[in-house]
């Protein structure tokens, strides 16, 4: 093949190389990291088709920093502060983490997509979106940028998702509380668009269900989901006529649930003696309540250090098929602010 000293055209390079035309940009202008292996390919590519000058250019390989852009829903929820301690035990030095915080406001969170411009961040991990998948992909779409979501599932090839099986941990919940006897259990749902807490949900009617039993509808609060809003919610609840309250709460996070403690000994109630509490991500001070909570466990540290992981491969040029990482270990962490039912409510 005779030489030529045009630029290469990237699909060219692309397709001998076996990744995108934007790893062979990534490779051209060094403008962005690149795992040694990918990047030999792509100037062996270049070479191979002829474009000498053009890869002897650009075959040194510079240590880069980049920049990654990490939203979180909810920057004062201990759950998400673990999550990113363990993408940032794992993204090392070369790595600049742009923190964003969504605040659990959709509004906010599109104005926060609508400000990343294109190039201006090299990675994004998202956690908890309060979006829809279609508005999540569009956005993907749009930045053209490596990205992980955490705590959602997408049906999207390009996009790998990390989550855990909610449906199961609600539905492993339920189970628990009825098993000591509850019938009528309560769910604080949290936020009203969050596609997690409907999974929940799901899994709260499906154990109610086989034990013949329902939700009903009064018993089904959402708020938002931090202590103020679980406190309202609860406060909700407890007024209600006493043969109409709850026995037991569901909440749809811990944070929620230790809100649910402080309206219950508010109204002059104890937990787990009048009614029992259930929480969700077992956080950090999750054992140190009073009671200790009852919670289904969520991998917080291993789920941010796979995301970024996972987003560094993507970067370096891997192709990762975006099938989902579902984490399967999430038990039930029993403590004590279940307890049997002790005062004979029946539905």
């Known amino acids: 093949m005779s030489k030529s000293t045009h630029k290469p055209k990237l699909q060219d390079v692309a397709k001998r190389a076996n990744v995108s035309p934007a790893t062979v940009s990534r490779v051209l202008h060094n403008n962005a990291p690149v795992r040694e292996s990918v990047r030999a390919r792509v100037l062996s590519s270049l070479n191979e088709l002829g474009y000498t000058q053009t890869a002897s250019r650009y075959s040194t390989a510079n240590k880069l920093r980049y920049t990654v852009a990490i939203l979180i829903a909810d920057i004062l929820n201990p759950f998400f502060t673990e999550i990113v301690r363990g993408i940032e035990n794992e993204a090392g030095d070369n790595i600049i983490p742009l923190l964003l915080d969504t605040a659990e406001d959709p509004t906010h969170e599109r104005q926060v997509w609508s400000s990343l411009a294109t190039g201006q961040v090299d990675g994004i991990i998202v956690c908890a979106s309060r979006l829809d998948n279609d508005t999540l992909i569009a956005n993907y779409l749009r930045l053209k940028t490596p990205m992980v979501v955490i705590n959602r599932s997408i049906t999207h090839p390009d996009i790998p998702c990390i989550t855990i099986d909610f449906q199961n941990g609600a539905y492993r919940s339920a189970r628990h509380l009825i098993e000591l006897h509850h019938t009528r259990i309560a769910y604080l749902a949290g936020p009203i668009h969050s596609g997690s807490s409907q999974t929940r949900l799901r899994g709260i009617e499906n154990a109610l269900s086989e034990a013949g039993l329902i939700l009903h509808p009064e018993l089904c609060i959402s708020s938002f989901p931090n202590v103020d809003g679980a406190f309202q919610a609860m406060s909700a609840l407890l007024a209600l006529p006493e043969k109409d309250r709850p026995t037991a709460v569901i909440a749809y996070n811990d944070v929620m649930a230790m809100g649910a403690l402080h309206a219950i000994r508010a109204h002059h109630l104890r937990v787990p003696e009048d009614i029992s509490v259930v929480g ?55 403590r004590e602010s279940a307890a049997p039912c002790s005062n004979g409510v029946k539905t």
Do not use: C, W
């Not at 289904?296 to 540290?301: A, I, W």
């Open 280 to 334: 969700f991500d077992n956080i950090n001070m999750a054992a140190h309540t009073n009671p200790p909570l009852t919670t289904v466990s969520q991998p917080k540290q291993h789920m941010g250090k796979l995301a970024m992981q996972i987003l560094r491969q993507m970067m370096g040029g891997e192709k990762t098929l975006g099938e989902g990482y579902t984490l399967v270990e999430s038990p039930l962490i029993v």
